[in-house]
Nanobody, 125 residues
Framework: QVQLVESGGGSVQAGGSLRLSCAASGYISGRKYIGWFRQAPGKEREGVAALVTGGASTYYAGSVKGRFTISQDNAKNTVTLQMNSLKHEDTAIYYC??????????????????WGQGTQVTVSS
């Protein structure tokens, strides 16, 4: 059974930075697709960033492109989301997700099988 645990959330002022980590335990053979999603109060969960392990391709929502960076650390079996120039509208619970098989676009919620419990990010204006 694959388990995902997010860490690194917290509170920061607008313009600041946070670094989220997603630690995976369990085993998915071969290529894996990892995504970061977020859900703000009263809104639907949205895809923020995604990558394919072992590859160079990354994917970003337009609202975070140029500010957020997704990367992987194979040795630690973690995927991180570096968030810079944070805005109040980035406030949300952030989730990481994983799947061994990407049938749909990597920023779509339905693509993913495994989900973490989420970590709160609060950006004060």
């Amino acid at each position: 059974q694959v388990q995902l645990v997010e860490s690194g959330g917290g509170s920061v002022q607008a313009g600041g930075s946070l670094r989220l980590s997603c630690a995976a335990s369990g085993y998915i053979s071969g290529r894996k697709y990892i995504g970061w999603f977020r859900q703000a109060p009263g809104k639907e969960r949205e895809g923020v960033a995604a990558l394919v392990t072992g590859g160079a391709s990354t994917y970003y929502a337009g609202s975070v492109k140029g500010r957020f960076t997704i990367s992987q650390d194979n040795a630690k079996n973690t995927v991180t989301l570096q968030m810079n120039s944070l805005k109040h509208e980035d406030t949300a619970i952030y989730y990481c997700a994983a799947t061994p098989d990407a049938r749909w676009y990597l920023l779509e919620e339905r693509t993913y099988v495994y989900w973490g419990q989420g970590t709160q990010v609060t950006v004060s204006s």
